[in-house]
């Protein structure tokens, strides 16, 4: 299994610089391919469609063929979705609710088309979580349940809990709320792990620093292999 996962950034929204580019074209070049097929699943968003938009622009500025997976395409033409799927080289997942892109996955029978691919997996925020066994999530907070950080269900494509958005002080202080995780990848915003197989290696635009949170102690993290932190 071959995933990037993406703390956070800005990715070019209201006419701003790409300010992940660097990672993108890690991302692409990662594919031994000339002009990969790129897939933007954006199940998680309320504005799917100008993020997928963005995405287009980026990454076909990059030499993707791009393609979009969204609610109708599952909703009426699932030979479609499946063909979009198995001819991907990179699907990824944007940000946006964690628990809507979960519930999308699974409503819809994706999981098993997804475990089947041989394409690079990304995710970014609410994408990344879903990608990991729990995702730190503002759920909670938006929905008007509580006002805390809450640790969502995701696919266990790799097996650690994850906290995007890891520059937050109010997101590190929620995780203390969940008693029963002891290992977090924190993850902040402007880095991203890529995890091939089990070799792990650390990204960064802007100095930041991906961590491991292991009960007490914080462990700053940079070439590992990922049965040393689960």
Known sequence: MHLFLIGNGNCGRNNTP??????????????????????????ASSFSDSYYDLMKKNYK??????????????INNPDIVKEKIESADIIYFGGGDSK???DSIKEFNLEPLLRESKAILVGISAGANVLCSKGLSDYEIDHNISNNYVFLDGLSFININLCPHGEEEKRLADIELNKDIDKVLILPTNTM????????????????????KDKNKIIKLDKFDLDSII
């Open 61 to 74: 500025s990059l030499g993707c063929n791009i393609f979009y997976l969204k609610k109708s395409n599952l």
């Open 18 to 43: 790409n300010e992940l580019e660097p990672f993108d074209r890690v991302i692409v070049a990662k594919t031994n391919k000339e002009k990969p097929n790129f897939l933007f699943i954006g199940l």
């Open 193 to 212: 792990l890529e995890i091939d197989d089990n070799k792990c290696t650390c990204y960064s635009i802007d100095d930041k620093y991906i961590y491991l």
């Open 100 to 102: 809507k892109l979960y």
